[in-house]
């Protein structure tokens, strides 16, 4: 694969959990913001689950990395388990 192709599609298989699981409104809620030194994170504003919403923060090397780390993580505090 090239570039961030493993990225992606590991966004992809997560999102299909997520969409098995999270309402559209927080999903539309969500973000993620990549800084230059290697670090990224992902939020949702707002959210039943957690009223004040939801943050993860850890290294990355894109975009679609903090999304499938932070909806990953997100599912697990839910005690969500995936498809495998």
Known sequence: ??????????????????RKNI???IIK???AYKYSHGCVEFQINRCEAAPKGFY?????CCLWNAKASGWSDYLKKLD????E
């Open 56 to 60: 993860w923060y850890g290294r990355g």
């Open 29 to 31: 809620e969500s973000w």
């Open 1 to 18: 694969m090239a570039g961030h192709d493993f990225c992606r599609e590991l966004l992809k298989q997560t999102m299909k959990d997520v």
């Open 80 to 83: 969500i388990k995936g498809d």
């Open 23 to 25: 309402p559209k409104a």
